[in-house]
């Protein structure tokens, strides 16, 4: 059973809007959540994370909120430029010492 | 500082044949993982290092054996290589499991 959910495989949005990735977990003992980017043919990135004890939190264009009561985080990237256009992985991470990936969602940023 | 590699970038083995992946980091983490990704499948654990002198089975780990050379190495073999296996392969490291990993660039690997 996937305990790491991202239910849309593919987002397209235009240039300059907004671009909000969603992340579902299941596991209420994973205290800390990352997104990473991957671009083809290159290993994923680390783009973004937040422990459980918040709720948000920023890095310039990008901006992770986390639900603890719904189980569920987001990624918002605004303003959304071409170059962002990637396959997108939320993990959770927890005392098991492991990161769970979901299976990604590929963003296209159209100019 | 290279951060983590992996060699060889791409490899095409015969069913049966069998290859080792190298994985190397210069980050002085502790832990390092194999990670396969298939398409619509994410990315896969298959065998993990907490720390020097220790491997664990992730969630795929049949087929595969790791090494964990010492704190900076940790290689993956396939004994018998099938055609399920074709896949790429990500090898990744960390300071604290749970937490950030860094991956390597990967190794695209097709069995035939």
């Known amino acids: 059973d996937q305990q790491v959910k991202q239910n849309s495989p593919s987002l397209s949005v235009q240039e300059g809007r907004i671009s909000i990735l969603n992340c579902d977990y299941t596991?209420?003992?994973?205290?800390?959540f990352l997104w990473y980017k991957k671009y083809p043919a290159e290993g994923p990135t680390f783009l973004i994370s937040?422990?459980?004890?918040?709720d948000k939190n920023e890095d310039g264009r990008f901006t992770v909120f986390l639900n603890k009561s719904a189980k569920h985080l987001s990624l918002h990237i605004v303003p959304s430029q071409p170059g962002d256009s990637a396959v997108y992985f939320c993990?959770?991470?927890?005392?098991?010492?492991?990161?769970?990936f979901g299976k990604g969602t590929k963003l296209s940023v159209k100019p | 500082n290279a951060g983590v590699t992996q060699t060889p970038k791409f490899q095409v083995l015969k069913t049966g044949q069998s290859m080792t992946l190298q994985c190397a980091q210069d980050?002085?983490?502790?832990?390092m993982y194999w990670y396969r990704q298939d398409p619509g499948m994410g990315l896969r654990l298959i065998y993990y290092?907490?720390?020097?002198?220790?491997?664990d089975k992730g969630e795929v780990p049949n087929g595969y054996n790791v090494s964990r050379l010492n704190k900076r190495e940790f290689s993956l073999r396939l004994e018998s290589a099938a055609p399920s296996q074709t896949s790429v392969y990500f090898c990744?490291?960390?300071?604290?499991?749970?937490?950030?990993?860094?991956f390597g660039p990967g190794t695209r690997l097709t069995v035939t």
């Open positions: 993990a959770a991470g927890g005392s098991q010492g492991n990161l769970i």
């Open positions: 596991n209420s003992m994973f205290d800390y």
């Open positions: 937040i422990s459980s004890i918040k």
């Open positions: 980050m002085n983490h502790n832990s």
């Open positions: 290092s907490a720390s020097e002198g220790t491997t």
């Open positions: 990744a490291s960390d300071q604290r499991g749970g937490r950030e990993q860094y």
